[in-house]
């Protein structure tokens, strides 16, 4: 627990999640396994949680930094795990023009990881806008980017057929 507890602060920081830092202390506790995380500056009455974050944006960011911080932990104590990661919507109720530190530090995190303790694993991300990897990481990633538009042939939805709203 410990270590999935310092690899979700990793990837909170390295995100930039807002309201997090290094210093703050992540608890994982049975019987639900869920992150808490408390501030040195708050004391241990305030924490945060997946229950009390407000934001849907930032609520998004935290259980993605979890579920990355999972795969994670998974590699390095050698568990079996999907070696596939579905990012959905990341930045939704986030704009990546007024939150762009938010929107940069997933995608540097993602890109990070993927050449890095998670080369062995396939990311599958899914938004409204594409974030180029950092120019130091540009001909490291093995990068496939699709854009997919209703009615435009050529960048047609997965579904050929399927015109929903």
């Known amino acids: 627990m410990d270590l999935l507890e310092d690899l979700f602060l990793d990837c909170l920081v390295r995100a930039r999640v807002p309201g997090f830092r290094n210093g703050d202390q992540v608890t994982i506790q049975s019987p639900n396994f869920l992150p808490q995380v408390t501030s040195p500056d708050t004391g ?11 934001s849907g944006g930032k609520k998004t ?5 979890f579920a ?3 795969h994670r932990l998974a590699v390095q104590v ?16 986030i704009s990546e023009r007024e939150n762009r530190e938010q929107y ?3 995608h540097e995190l993602v890109y990070d990881l993927a050449v890095s ?3 062995g694993t396939q990311f599958v991300m899914i938004d409204k806008e594409f ?25 047609p939805p997965l579904i050929r057929y399927y015109r929903g709203h």
């Open 61 to 65: 960011l935290f259980k993605i930094c």
């Open 68 to 70: 990355i911080a999972v």
């Open 104 to 106: 940069e530090g997933l």
């Open 117 to 119: 303790e998670l080369s």
């Open 44 to 54: 241990e009455l305030i924490h945060t949680s997946f229950a009390n974050l407000g």
């Open 78 to 93: 050698h568990a079996f795990m999907p070696t596939l990661l579905i990012i959905d919507s990341p930045m939704k109720n």
């Open 131 to 155: 974030c180029p990897p950092p120019l130091r990481l540009k001909d490291e990633v093995d990068l496939v980017q699709r854009r997919m538009t209703p009615d435009d042939s050529s960048a």
